[in-house]
Each structure stands twice: as structure tokens, then as C-alpha cells.
């Protein structure tokens, strides 16, 4: 396991207005892009092996995880760019309230290509990309959401269309990260709306962490129910398991 440096989670938690653009937003050294080029390779930590139905990593190579197996989930892949861990936990907190729009589209670019990376051709057919949504209430009150930036930046690197109308959130509960795992396929049963999706289509639903997958579950039964042919998955940072004993 890559262990973070003392100096570098410090650095990684400067305001914005001490990391201006032209710097790196985890070691704060002179860098054309959000991330230098030595951060992106050493900060982020590829499983060797993941599921590829939910993308958590596997301590041996299997094609899924055992809870994929037992309950395989409406979605039919996921890909994520890292852990949900420190430091890349700091990148998500930076574009969760709209502080760096540039960083979250960027983001997204990256993950476009560990998509590519990672999925066949045969899986990589144009897809409709749809950010998870937020309540309009939500999103009065934020006035951001950091997955449609993720979206916009992916679609643009992968010359697919997205669309933010499509898939709705109708009903707000708690913050998923305040619940309980177990909790957390309640609290977002029936909370989606799909919207003149036309049957057939093949959706990217794409988001910035994913730690149970209960929202990516009811988004995609959703969409599914709407006509959708297949819901993919790419999430920036995934949670990572608990450790193996
Ligand atoms: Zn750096
Ligand atoms: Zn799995």
C-alpha cells in the first residue's frame, strides 16, 4: 500500500487561494495540469485486480467480486480512475462544491482514458453519458454538481454526447456518506426519474465516488426500466474494500 508522505497530505489541504492555477493541487509545485505528471503516476494506486461489475478491488484475479456474483447489480461494468483514499480523497473534496470547475473536467478526461484502457471495443460502442443528479433543490442550494463537470469532461475526451435532463433525482434523503452501508439502498429506492431516454439507449452514468453502489444500483434499475439497452458505470475514486483477512 502507497503510504502518503506527512508534508504531502499538509500540502494537499492548502485553500484554494494558496494553490493557484499553474500549481498542483496535491504537491503544490509548478505544473501545467491540475495534477503534475508525478502525482498522477505515484498518488494514484490501479488495483492489480477489480470486479468488473462494481470495480472494487480483488485480492486474486476473478471476473467479479463475490457480492457481484451473489446479486449481480442492474449495472453491467464499472471503471474507476482510483481509490477513495487520502490523497486523491482531497480531489473530490476540491470540486465537491464547485472550487475548481477546471480540476473536475480535467478529472473527467482522465477517467475517459482509464475507460479506454480498461473495456474491450466490443464495450466501448458510443455511449450516452448522464451524470448521477442531484435534487433541484440540491442543486439551487449548491448551484454545482461536480458529477456533470466529471461527465462533461469525459464526453468531450470520448466525443460522446451527455446530458444532464435526462436522468432525474426527485426525492432527497440524508447524504449517502452519512448513512450506514446498509442503509443506503433505502435511502435512494425510487429517488430516480428518467426522462425521453429513447429506448434502446446505451447510458454511461457517471459519478465521483462510489462506496456501496446503491446509488448507481437504483439509477441504473431505473434507466433500465426507461428502455435503456445497458447502464455502465465510471466513477472517479471507488472505495476501497476492507482489508482481506
Ligand atoms: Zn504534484
Ligand atoms: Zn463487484
Not at 461494468?77 to 482531497?90: E, F, Q
Not at 465521483?208 to 465510471?234: I, K
Request: aromatic share 4%; glycine share 6%; charged share 20%.
Amino acid at each position: 500500500m502507497l503510504r502518503t508522505p506527512p508534508w504531502l497530505r499538509d500540502v494537499a489541504r492548502l485553500p484554494r487561494a494558496l494553490l493557484p492555477d499553474g500549481r498542483c493541487r496535491l504537491c503544490a509545485l509548478a505544473s501545467r495540469a491540475p495534477l503534475c505528471s508525478a502525482c498522477q503516476c505515484a498518488m494514484r494506486r490501479a488495483p492489480a485486480w477489480s470486479c468488473e461489475r462494481c470495480a472494487v478491488e480483488l485480492p486474486a484475479p476473478a471476473v467479479c467480486c463475490g457480492a457481484c456474483a451473489l446479486r449481480p447489480p442492474a449495472f453491467a461494468r464499472t471503471v474507476a480512475w482510483g481509490d477513495y483514499a487520502a490523497p486523491l480523497d482531497r480531489l473530490v473534496a476540491r470540486i465537491k462544491h464547485g472550487e475548481d470547475p477546471v480540476l473536475a473536467r480535467w478529472l473527467g478526461r482522465l477517467l475517459a482514458r482509464s475507460l479506454r484502457a480498461r473495456w474491450p471495443s466490443r464495450q466501448l460502442a458510443a455511449a450516452h453519458v448522464l451524470p448521477m443528479p442531484m435534487t433541484p433543490a440540491a442543486l439551487r442550494r449548491r448551484g454545482y454538481n461536480q458529477a456533470w463537470e466529471l461527465a462533461l469532461g469525459l464526453a468531450r475526451e470520448l466525443g460522446w454526447s451527455a446530458d444532464c435532463r435526462q436522468l432525474l433525482r426527485r426525492r432527497e434523503g440524508p447524504a449517502q456518506s452519512s448513512l450506514p452501508l446498509a442503509r443506503r439502498g433505502a435511502n435512494v429506492r425510487g429517488a430516480f426519474e428518467v426522462r425521453a431516454l429513447p429506448r434502446g439507449t446505451r447510458v454511461l452514468l457517471v459519478d465521483d465516488v462510489m462506496t456501496s453502489g446503491a446509488s448507481a444500483e437504483h439509477a441504473a434499475r431505473a434507466l433500465l426500466r426507461a428502455g435503456a439497452a445497458e447502464v455502465a458505470v465510471a466513477v472517479l475514486l471507488r472505495t476501497p474494500p476492507p482489508p482481506w483477512v
